[in-house]
């Protein structure tokens, strides 16, 4: 059963107006609560919280969690989804990819010991690297290239894992640490290069599906709102679990298999065409979420198609307004 935080509470999105974070705004305020948003626009977008802005309880900061500002009044909750997520964006300033993973991340862990807030850390998958050990569970440590194009984000978001349970084990901050697999859904950037909005907008545009390797690499897809409500019940849980949480969805499909979906999905779709697998792709992942199940009772409820579906809906409205500028970048980005 998902847990909800109490009504009324001050809950800071950082990265809110990214794919997941402008989502967790939206569940925050239809929960009832203040919620401040602050994004520096690396790679979320205004017109993803655009309707929101206007809301009496929504707050935006434009800011970098490097140089995180005063924040005044109290905060109850800080959920960090500040970083560049897909791998051509946060490959585009490698050193600020990591700088936001520790000193971002510290700032913000500084700022939860001021108001006494509980901190969520958005993590990753890819804290597994290019894993041994399938499916991947919590007590796996990974198998990540320190010195690769990769590093920034995996070491980054590594080292961030680090620094919440040094404070948590100081006791300085309740933090929660929530280890997130590739999800999908609405409010995915057409451009961004991720495999899921990469296909679908390539087919509904009528372009070959591009397939980087054999496309026998499998992944393991969770819709947006089974993540959230993921998030929320690891915020909320009353006793700090003292360890990492994969969210996800276990379902494991290759890369050919999520392009034929989506093929059936927009009949007249041309064929695939291959591109070299980038460095360091891993090629299984799949999360093992018995703690998130037991300790949370979540798990994800969308399957695959139904998600795909909605996602498509939402980028037959969304691709009009933005092709125009997209349309050359989407055909060259990676996944
Ligand atoms: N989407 C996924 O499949 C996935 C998987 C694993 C982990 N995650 C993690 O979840 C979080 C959200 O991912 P997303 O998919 O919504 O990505 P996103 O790129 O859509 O959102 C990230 C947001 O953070 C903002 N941001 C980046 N650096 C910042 C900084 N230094 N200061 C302030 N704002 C900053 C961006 O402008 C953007 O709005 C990220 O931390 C990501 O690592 C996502």
């Given at each position: 059963m998902t847990q909800t935080a109490t009504r009324g509470k001050t809950v800071l999105v950082t990265g809110g107006a990214g794919f997941i974070g402008s989502h967790l705004c939206e569940r925050m305020l239809a929960e009832?609560?203040?919620?401040?948003?602050?994004?520096?626009?690396?790679?979320?977008?205004?017109?993803?919280?655009?309707?929101?802005?206007?809301?009496?309880?929504?707050?935006?900061?434009?800011?970098?969690?490097?140089?995180?500002?005063?924040?005044?009044?109290?905060?109850?909750?800080?959920?960090?989804?500040?970083?560049?997520?897909?791998?051509?964006?946060?490959?585009?300033?490698?050193?600020?990819?990591?700088?936001?993973?520790?000193?971002?991340?510290?700032?913000?862990?500084?700022?939860?010991?001021?108001?006494?807030?509980?901190?969520?850390?958005?993590?990753?998958?890819?804290?597994?690297?290019?894993?041994?050990?399938?499916?991947?569970?919590?007590?796996?440590?990974?198998?990540?290239?320190?010195?690769?194009?990769?590093?920034?984000?995996?070491?980054?978001?590594?080292?961030?894992?680090?620094?919440?349970?040094?404070?948590?084990?100081?006791?300085?901050?309740?933090?929660?640490?929530?280890?997130?697999?590739?999800?999908?859904?609405?409010?995915?950037?057409?451009?961004?290069?991720?495999?899921?909005?990469?296909?679908?907008?390539?087919?509904?545009?009528?372009?070959?599906?591009?397939?980087?390797?054999?496309?026998?690499?499998?992944?393991?897809?969770?819709?947006?709102?089974d993540l959230v409500d993921g998030l929320v019940a690891l915020m909320e849980y009353q006793v700090n679990p003292e360890t990492p949480i994969n969210l996800g969805n276990p379902g494991e499909f290759t890369i050919i298999e999520l392009a034929d979906m989506v093929r059936e999905m927009v009949p007249g779709t041309p064929e695939l065409t291959f591109m070299p697998l980038p460095v360091d792709d891993p090629q299984r992942r799949r999360p093992d979420i018995r703690r998130a199940k037991e300790l949370l009772g979540w798990s994800p409820r969308i399957q695959l198609r139904a998600g795909l579906e909605k996602t498509m809906e939402w980028f037959r409205a969304e691709l009009p307004a933005v092709a125009s500028q997209t349309t050359a970048r989407i055909s060259s980005s990676r996944p």
């Open positions: 009832g609560h203040r919620v401040i948003c602050l994004d520096n626009f690396q790679t979320g977008r205004r017109r993803t919280i655009a309707k929101l802005v206007d809301t009496p309880n929504f707050t935006l900061i434009e800011a970098d969690i490097i140089r995180l500002p005063a924040i005044s009044g109290p905060v109850d909750r800080i959920y960090n989804m500040a970083c560049a997520a897909s791998p051509p964006l946060y490959q585009a300033d490698p050193v600020h990819t990591l700088m936001t993973n520790i000193v971002g991340v510290n700032n913000l862990l500084m700022l939860a010991a001021e108001k006494g807030a509980r901190f969520l850390q958005a993590s990753t998958s890819e804290v597994y690297g290019d894993p041994l050990v399938h499916p991947q569970s919590e007590d796996y440590w990974g198998n990540v290239n320190c010195t690769g194009p990769r590093a920034c984000y995996d070491e980054g978001k590594r080292s961030a894992e680090t620094l919440c349970f040094e404070y948590l084990r100081a006791r300085r901050v309740d933090t929660r640490v929530a280890r997130l697999f590739n999800t999908y859904g609405a409010h995915m950037r057409p451009d961004d290069g991720r495999i899921v909005s990469n296909l679908i907008c390539q087919a509904l545009m009528n372009e070959p599906l591009t397939i980087y390797g054999s496309g026998q690499q499998t992944r393991s897809f969770c819709y947006v709102s």
